[in-house]
């Protein structure tokens, strides 16, 4: 799931240098695109009258062509720039090109190229610590049965022949262990934490990805924490965050962790033993670390703990990694695992990072603007951060519209124009009054190139989240228009009587008759008995069977089941149109505190909507008519104000430049259902052709089909 490019290029599948991107790959597939073009002008054959066409490459350029296929795993263009390099650049190859090939034949699972490589690497001599972590890497993506036994053999075999498991970036095969561990479903959370152990127990420093591995192990596996609570939180006899190893096997022996003897725990202790033993490490000696003894009382905490071990690491010096890219991966983390307010709380500490920097700089009297590459806030982090804004309560987005804007000035990198906008154009989620909301609008519509026929991405960004702020403020007590009403009415009458028709009829010849006489007739059947024969027939029966009384004709028809579950007998709710009933949604759906204090009073969207339809402000394009993403926005808004006709309109627009998909039918389901109105979504999209409602007959021929469609509407 992440990527990693490499400050020193790193020997190992997750490298030592994090750079998350899961969330924003175009960048990576446009550079992809580019490093392949290059490297098809590079193999095209030509003549000698246009050879000198070709620009020569470089090494270093032959190196990021290197990198760049290295990161999307393209076999086939990297063993031909490699051979490249080598044959007809007249360039050694180090380990450099053949831990990258080692990297892409793991990801593929090409075990054939993988023993070859490796018999490569061994018979030249240049085989070092990072090599070995490829080997443990290989074992993970292979997956053989006895995947640990074999890595723990590799483990011990390493240090036999190294005399240690240290590098000058870490321990890079704990590493991979912990990698193989935290991403492999099959082990315990406790065992994450061992390793963590192990390499702090070894003296060395946990690097970016340690840190990263154990965060996803914890945060992945909530259910496992009151077993390391319970088990590891506490050693009365050390310090916070310091524990001897003898003190832990001796404590996961009491409590029966390391049983039964082929446990994945017993054999990590086991393997523990022998590499501290043969390093010289005192097992009696206490060890500073972040994930034993920690004494929290629950698994946020704990994080928090963990993370801020990470932020007194990176300020010594000592953190092999950037602590911003760390930050952003645990946001990301937060997200994927649906707790979106703790990824928008990650601000926080990305916000105290680079005050902390900007202080160490007017310290040292030095310029910020001379600070390295990996000093600065990443775009991608704000446009990532800036996709859960709108899904986050009123109060957390309050207390992030600071540090937000505090990044957005700090922020740099080398991404394109309309990336930084992307990510900048989230400020306007944080507006805060009717004048701020006002000027916001005023901003988007200024943007609008007139002489333009298409209009800029940079404009649609500015729009789309204007819209999305609308979303974050709907009208109060809406209530439906008299047409918007009639029409509500009329096909939902529709969808009733298609209902009762295929009930009694199924879709035999007559049940569009039927259908056709209920939907004129308010869903009621004709009377094939006057009222009179029925009331002597139904008092026949009460003395027949000694009832008190016989039951009336009104109590018959009385509606005694509902359509859908928790909605109201009344065909329409009445409170989406009745100006005596209060309606309070979709605020109540949508978990909208009464309490909280709403600065926006005007209703902003009307605003909009009337800019939008003024071809004189925004031009003749109609984006918004081929954007799903906006579509969906629009929609929201119009839906929440109870707007039948606009939605209707703007859907018949759309879905003539758009598919209607199983997402959008998944979001427009769910719009209805936070306006209290779950029953009224069906007549929706039968309003707007979405779904077709009609009964067609069993076994009709094309030729009976075509000619319903054509002239037996009801």
């Not at 020569?56 to 490249?84: F, G, M």
């Not at 914890?218 to 524990?243: C, M």
């Not at 579509?631 to 209607?660: F, G, Q, S």
Request: glycine share 4%.
């Amino acid at each position: 799931m992440l990527h990693a490019s490499r400050l020193a290029w790193g020997p190992f599948v997750l490298n030592t240098r994090v750079i998350p991107d899961w969330w924003q790959s175009f960048q990576r597939e446009d550079q992809h695109r580019v490093a392949r073009a290059r490297a098809t002008q590079l193999r095209t054959p030509r003549d000698e009258s246009r050879q000198n066409d070709v620009t020569p490459i470089t090494l270093r350029e032959a190196e990021e062509l290197v990198k760049t296929y290295t990161r999307n795993h393209n076999a086939e263009d990297l063993s031909w720039i490699v051979q490249y390099i080598r044959e007809t650049m007249g360039e050694p190859l180090n380990l450099l090109y053949y831990h990258s090939l080692f990297r892409v034949f793991n990801y593929t699972r090409d075990k054939e190229n993988i023993e070859q490589l490796l018999h490569v690497i061994t018979e030249s001599g240049e085989a070092d610590m990072g090599t070995y972590a490829l080997v443990v890497d290989a074992l993970h993506c292979l997956s053989p049965v006895d995947t640990l036994a074999r890595i723990m053999r590799m483990i011990a075999v390493t240090q036999t022949s190294f005399g240690t498991l240290l590098s000058e970036s870490g321990c890079p095969l704990l590493t991979s262990l912990l990698h193989h561990l935290a991403n492999t479903g099959k082990y315990p959370s406790t065992a994450s934490l061992l390793v963590v152990f192990w390499i702090r127990a070894l003296g060395a420093q946990l690097c970016d990805w340690d840190y990263v591995h154990v965060l996803s192990a914890l945060l992945s596996h909530p259910d496992d924490f009151p077993q390391i609570r319970s088990t590891l939180g506490a050693f009365s006899d050390f310090s916070r965050g310091t524990v001897s190893p003898e003190a832990l096997f001796r404590r996961l022996e009491d409590r029966g962790e390391l049983s039964p003897p082929s446990s994945p725990l017993n054999t990590i202790v086991a393997a523990m033993r022998v590499s501290l033993s043969q390093a010289g490490v005192n097992l009696e000696e206490p060890v500073q670390n972040c994930v034993i003894n920690t004494r929290t009382a629950g698994l946020p905490s704990m994080v928090e703990h963990i993370v801020n071990d990470m932020t007194s690491l990176a300020t010594s010096g000592n953190f092999n990694g950037d602590l911003l890219s760390c930050y952003h991966v645990l946001a990301l983390l937060y997200s994927t695992l649906r707790n979106d307010t703790a990824a928008v709380e990650t601000l926080r500490y990305v916000a105290r990072e680079i005050r902390r920097r900007e202080r160490s700089v007017e310290y040292e009297g030095g310029n910020a603007a001379l600070a390295p590459i990996g000093e600065y806030v990443h775009h991608h982090y704000l446009m990532d951060i800036g996709s859960v804004l709108n899904r986050v309560s009123m109060r957390t987005l309050q207390r992030a519209r600071v540090d937000y804007a505090h990044l957005a000035q700090n922020a740099s990198s080398d991404v394109s124009e309309n990336d930084v906008v992307a990510a900048e154009s989230y400020a306007i989620l944080f507006v805060r009054s009717n004048e701020e909301a006002e000027e916001a609008l005023r901003q988007a519509s200024q943007s609008v190139d007139l002489s333009s026929q298409r209009t800029r991405l940079s404009t649609k960004l500015l729009f789309r989240r204007f819209v999305e702020l609308c979303a974050r403020h709907p009208k109060r007590n809406c209530k439906l228009t008299p047409v918007g009403l009639e029409e509500r009415r009329k096909w939902g009458r529709y969808l009733d009587a298609r209902d009762t028709s295929l009930a009694l009829f199924g879709s035999a010849k007559q049940a569009r008759d039927s259908m056709k006489h209920l939907f004129y007739n308010d869903n009621k059947l004709p009377e094939l008995r006057s009222h009179a024969m029925i009331e002597r027939d139904m008092n026949d029966t009460a003395a027949l069977f000694k009832w008190r009384r016989a039951p009336t004709i009104a109590s018959l028809r009385v509606r005694s089941s509902l359509p859908h579950v928790r909605c109201p007998a009344d065909p329409v709710p009445r409170h989406l149109w009745d100006p005596d009933v209060y309606n309070p949604y979709p605020q109540l759906m949508l978990q909208m505190s009464p309490m909280d204090d709403e600065r926006v009073t005007e209703d902003i969207f009307q605003e909009l909507w009337h800019v939008l339809m003024n071809p004189s402000v925004v031009g003749t394009d109609q984006w918004y008519l081929r954007d799903t993403e906006m579509y969906l926005l629009l929609l929201r808004c119009l839906i929440h104000r109870l707007d039948w006709e606009a939605a209707v309109h703007l859907t018949l627009k759309t879905m003539e430049n758009l598919t209607y998909t199983y997402m959008m039918d998944h979001e427009v389901t769910l719009m209805f259902k936070e306006i209290g109105d779950p029953a009224g979504c069906l007549a929706f999209k039968v309003a707007t052709k979405l779904f077709d409602g009609r009964i067609i007959k069993d076994g009709q021929s094309k030729r009976e089909k075509f000619h319903q469609e054509q002239f037996g509407e009801v």
